[in-house]
């Protein structure tokens, strides 16, 4: 392996696992973001991202090898770019300025010869209509003769303790052959398997695919479980069922509303390209219909179950559990939570909530009150209404079902335990 003079831009979920993996495998690497605060902690030693524990980046930092900054003038020297920044919507449209300025951060320092790979969720396009020709203007450069322009979507997994960055396999879309050449020979040296696509536009597609099928069978079993409860089956127990079939099913489950920087806004990515060629998406606006009043459905689920023991919500005190978007992480980002609470607020109910791994100033506006500290006995038994809205590992459930007066559990965290007083969406 020749190791590279690599910059990571974006620090985050996706760039800090990335910048660590490729300074654990001999690259020189520079982490670039904007964000102070962020850099002054990494330069600390200190990790804001669950899966990079502080001692693997210390291991890194330790080995000369890693360095961070917030200066663009820092990148200078480096010969591949990796950009990893957020990629969100503006009113329901691709919002790419932070693309837009990293790409203006790599044509300061990019020469010919490097090469510059987008990692951010985009629509299929992107990298060609729009990063080529802002790179070509700042710079004269254009590939695929100049420098290696690559897209290689990041498909990471916070929280998932089997699939890593390492050992997830990882596409590889380069404009060119060349390209797609200098691009699997890095990604190679740190990742087990490399899948090459013929372009860029193949590779964005791929994993705008992956993501609309998991919001699309979200949605699919969402809508499943409004009806099944009115047909009075356990959708639960039918989901169990289907899953023992070995072949052609992949098991979803419902849920609270759908969360993350991933499925609630990529899919929108791609039909709002799809718009631009003069038809909708129909399965992606339609899936995002059904996953957004999900927690609108619950709070209906829940003036029920209050009114099944003539109580309203107005007046009721309703204790949350999780509100994080996925099991055992800290992650608010687009969360159905907090629109929950505030809608039950609305109505008059007194919402407490309860989150292991999220701290009371990371959910500014919950419409209730946190809930430090261990969840106990006497917290569950004030409630005259608990709901589970993530299924944190750190939950007892026989704990919870035993001291909840009411309980609804949305994610069957307490699969198994069967009473009068629990109710699953
Ligand atoms: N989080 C995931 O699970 C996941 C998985 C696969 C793909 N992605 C995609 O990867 C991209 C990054 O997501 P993330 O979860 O790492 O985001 P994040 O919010 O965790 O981190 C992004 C970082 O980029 C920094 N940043 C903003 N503007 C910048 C700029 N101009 N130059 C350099 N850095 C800048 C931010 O300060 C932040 O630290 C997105 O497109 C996302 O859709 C995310």
């Not at 990335?18 to 330069?43: F, K, S, T």
């Not at 701290?359 to 919950?366: E, K």
């Amino acid at each position: 392996m020749t190791p590279r003079n690599v910059c990571v831009l974006g620090l985050g979920y996706v760039g800090l696992p990335l910048a660590c993996a490729a300074a654990g495998a001999g690259h020189r690497v520079v982490g670039y973001d904007p964000d102070r605060g962020r850099v002054a902690g990494l330069r600390q030693g200190r990790s804001p991202v669950e899966d990079v524990e502080d001692r693997l980046l210390e291991k890194a930092l330790a080995s000369g090898r890693l360095s961070f900054t917030d200066d663009p003038a820092e990148v200078t020297g480096s010969d591949t770019f990796v950009i990893c920044v957020p990629t969100p919507l503006e009113e329901k449209t691709p919002d790419l300025s932070m693309v837009d300025a990293a790409v203006d951060v790599v044509a300061g320092a990019l020469r010919p010869g490097g090469m510059v790979i987008l990692e951010s969720t985009t629509y299929p396009g992107t990298t060609e209509e729009r990063v080529a020709p802002r790179l070509a203007a700042a710079t004269g450069l254009r590939a695929p003769d100049d420098y290696h322009l690559v897209f290689s979507p990041e498909r990471i997994d916070p929280g998932n303790p089997v699939y890593s960055l390492e050992n997830t396999p990882r596409v590889v879309g380069g404009l060119g052959p060349a390209a797609g050449d200098a691009a699997s020979a890095f990604y190679s040296s740190f990742i087990d398997h490399v899948h090459r696509v013929s372009g860029p536009r193949e590779a964005e597609m791929a994993k705008l695919l992956e993501n609309t099928y998991r919001h699309v069978n979200i949605a699919l079993v969402n809508e499943m479980a409004i009806f099944c409860d009115e047909l009075g089956i356990d959708l639960w127990e039918s989901i169990g069922a289907a899953s023992t079939k070995p072949f052609g099913f992949a098991p979803f489950t419902p849920g609270p509303g759908v969360g993350g920087h991933c499925i609630p806004v990529d899919p929108s990515y791609l039909s709002w390209r799809v718009r631009r060629l003069g038809y909708p998406f129909r399965f992606v606006e339609l899936a995002g219909e059904i996953n957004d009043r999900m927690p609108v459905y619950v709070a209906s689920r829940i003036a029920d179950l209050l009114n099944g023991v003539q109580k309203s919500v107005s007046g009721s005190r309703i204790l949350v559990l999780g509100v994080a978007y996925k099991k055992d992480l800290g992650d608010m980002r687009e969360s159905p939570a907090p629109v929950l609470m505030r809608r039950l607020a609305s109505h008059g109910a007194l919402v407490r909530w309860h989150d292991p791994h999220v701290r009371a100033d990371q959910v500014p506006d919950s419409g209730g009150v946190a809930v430090d500290g261990e969840l106990t006995a006497e917290e569950l038994a004030a409630a005259d209404l608990v709901v589970v809205h993530t299924d944190h590992a750190a939950y007892d459930p026989a704990m919870i079902v035993r001291h909840s007066r009411r309980l609804f559990d949305t994610r069957n965290l307490t699969a198994g335990h069967h009473a009068e007083h629990v109710f699953r969406l």
